[in-house]
């Protein structure tokens, strides 16, 4: 197996930063093929804990190499913080590739960001307002500039002094602050001097690895229910965090795609608005959050909190060919007398294990449960399978049962060292 895809199967955070570097050991490569710094990814290992942005989480693996695709949006001024703290740590960062076409995130994508939010008001999506949406809106509308631009400093002027205009146009509208081409430019302009020798045409770079078989693993931000395209949309973010997504976002044939890890929680977690069919209001959900310390990585909200929801998984296995499953914070659900998860919805008296196209359709569904006995035992020690107590493994082994998804990973715990292969 050459390639193999990581996806988050729910709304974020299951732990795909933690699974791609305990994985990243047995490749050569791990791309980074979605999405900009709204993604947050918690790596744990010799006592150090580490919060990545934008940098691939195979970065801790001195022998890899790790490349930012041309899928992604790139604030690099985040970016450039980035490589400081990861150089401060001696993660020298001379195995990172960026792609040419990448696109770049500018001050004034977060600031329409935060106004569009506004706008909505009570209908906000809840964007971690890193200025997502409206640089891939630029991509879309072709006045995007990438990261390939830079390095013609006539052109990257004269594009940026266009954007400016507009832009400023569109900020007046609003009483916003506006911007100052020159100082723009010339911030930028110190940026691409940093990150120049790690800029590259990365689909070549991936095709010749491939040619010469070299493994490659893909890192995806966010999870498929916050895809532009199969998520809850509106309530989604601007890329598709899916499998199917990774050749378009790499510049790569379709056909090197060989498996997709699916990542999930053994609960689920929402951050942000939109309809989350089994969330829960009570001690449970309390307990939770405070056992994993649900909170955003990048943004510090707490994080909404549900049972384990099986028409999702399915949802996933179908937008996005899961092969297996990772099951991760496995260990949160110690102390639990019973454990719920969720096998179908209840949608105007039908029963369904689809997810509904809209948004008032989903609002509406009512999750039929089915009730699993918990465990008491402490499992974050546990190294293999068959040592976790009888009720841990039947919770796994539901799952698959219900899914037809094989687990193959589960994590007991944040460390790299806290992860069972069954
Ligand atoms: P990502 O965005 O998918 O990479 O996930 P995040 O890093 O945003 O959120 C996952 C959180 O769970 C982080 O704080 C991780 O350190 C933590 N974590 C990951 N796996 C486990 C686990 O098995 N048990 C516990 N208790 N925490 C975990
Ligand atoms: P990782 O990679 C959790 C959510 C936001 C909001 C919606 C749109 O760490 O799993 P955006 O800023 O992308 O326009 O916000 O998507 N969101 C995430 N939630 N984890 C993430 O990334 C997220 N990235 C975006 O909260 O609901
Ligand atoms: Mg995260």
């Not at 001050?107 to 949406?133: A, C």
């Not at 891939?136 to 594009?159: E, H, P, Q, V």
């Not at 010469?212 to 693993?217: A, T």
């Amino acid at each position: 197996m050459n390639s193999l895809v990581i996806v988050g199967t729910g709304w974020g955070d299951e732990g795909k930063g933690k699974i791609t570097d305990y994985l990243s050991k047995k490749f050569d490569i791990c791309v980074r093929f979605q999405g900009g710094n709204n993604a947050g990814h918690t790596i744990k290992f010799n006592n150090n804990k580490y919060a990545l942005n934008l940098i691939p989480s195979g970065i801790f693996n001195q022998n890899i190499q790790n490349i930012m695709s041309n899928g992604m949006v790139i604030d690099l001024k985040a970016l450039v913080n980035e490589i400081d703290i990861l150089k401060s740590k001696d993660f020298d960062c001379e195995n990172l590739h960026i792609s040419d076409r990448a696109h770049v995130l500018f001050p004034y994508h977060i600031q329409l960001d935060e106004i569009f939010e506004n706008i909505k008001g009570n209908d906000k999506v809840g964007t971690t307002k890193k200025g997502i949406g409206p640089c891939y809106t630029d991509k879309a509308m072709r006045i995007g500039i990438r990261i390939g631009d830079l390095l013609n400093k006539d052109s990257f002027y004269k594009k940026l002094s266009q954007n400016v205009e507009y832009v400023n146009k569109l900020l007046s509208i609003f009483n916003s602050t506006t911007f100052d081409v020159n100082e723009l430019y010339n911030e930028y302009t110190s940026y691409a001097n940093i990150i120049k020798p790690h800029i590259k045409d990365t689909s070549l770079f991936l095709m010749n690895a491939l040619n010469e078989n070299k493994k490659i693993l893909f890192e995806g931000a966010q999870g498929i229910m916050l895809c532009l395209d199969h998520g809850t949309y509106p309530y989604v973010t601007s890329s598709s965090p899916s499998a199917a997504s990774v050749a378009l976002n790499c510049g790569i044939p379709p056909q090197s795609i060989q498996k997709v890890l699916g990542i999930t929680k053994s609960y689920a977690t929402r951050v942000g608005e939109g309809v989350f069919p089994t969330e829960l209001f009570s001690d449970i959900s309390n307990t939770i959050r405070e056992t994993a310390h649900e909170y955003g990585t990048t943004t510090g909200r707490a994080r909404r909190i549900g049972w384990l929801d099986t028409v999702v998984l399915k949802h996933g296995k179908r937008i996005s060919g899961i092969t297996d499953l990772a099951i991760t914070l496995l260990d949160v659900l110690t102390g639990f007398e019973k454990l719920k998860i969720c096998t179908s919805y209840m949608l105007d008296g039908k029963e369904i294990d689809y997810i509904p196209s809209t948004i008032e359709e989903l609002n509406k569904c009512k999750p039929v449960y089915i009730e699993l006995d918990g465990w008491y035992e402490d499992i974050s020690n546990v190294k293999s399978f068959n040592n976790l107590p009888k009720n841990a493994k039947n919770y796994i082994h539901k799952i698959e049962e219900i899914t037809g998804i094989n687990v193959s990973i589960i994590s007991v715990g944040p460390d790299r060292k806290q992860t069972i292969e069954k």
